[in-house]
């Protein structure tokens, strides 16, 4: 079941390719990172404790994932873009990071923004899951990951975020 759908997306058009591309860099570890940096720092300005719970909920994030990476150590699917791109990222590909951090970090940042009701909260989590959704879905259409990486890496970022909605 899981291979038609692969094949499925990855038979998508390859003018999807730069905007899978341009998703796929959302949830990337540098534009993570930065989110959780700025929120940090935003919370040193403001001492708001939402924006350092927020931040621990990536952090929390990017740990269970390389850690479930490492504890199964699944290899990435053969594809050209991982073998175009293979020392850029790691070797193993379960759970999708892209999927579990992206997940945490715009699920949480959702709730971030409907909790100062800067957005209303339906809004905020619709938007979040869209692109959540187009990260996963990204990652899949690149072929850089498995079906299952990404519902494993969507599995952890709902755990984690509802974990954390108790504490934001």
Do not use: Q
């Not at 038979?11 to 949830?27: Q, Y």
């Not at 990435?76 to 990071?97: H, I, L, M, V």
């Not at 715009?106 to 409907?114: D, I, M, R």
């Amino acid at each position: 079941m899981f291979k038609t759908i692969e094949t499925r997306i990855r038979n998508w058009p390859a003018g999807s390719r730069p905007l899978m591309l341009i998703v796929t860099t959302l949830a990337g570890d540098i534009v993570v990172t930065c989110l959780m940096l700025f929120s940090l720092v935003w919370f040193l300005l403001t001492k708001n404790p939402l924006f350092l719970k927020y931040s621990g909920l990536i952090i929390v994030s990017v740990f269970f994932v390389n850690f479930f990476k490492h504890w199964f150590k699944h290899s990435r699917p053969e594809t050209e873009f991982t073998k175009a791109r293979y020392k850029s990222f790691s070797k193993y590909s379960f759970p999708s990071g892209h999927s579990g951090n992206g997940g945490s970090t715009y699920l949480g940042l959702a709730l971030l923004v409907a909790k100062l009701g800067c957005i209303d909260l339906i809004i905020s989590l619709l938007l979040a899951i869209i692109l959540v959704l187009l990260v996963g879905l990204s990652r899949i259409y690149l072929g850089a990951h498995y079906v299952k990486d990404v519902l494993f890496g969507w599995s952890i970022s709902i755990v984690l975020v509802i974990s954390f909605s108790f504490i934001i």
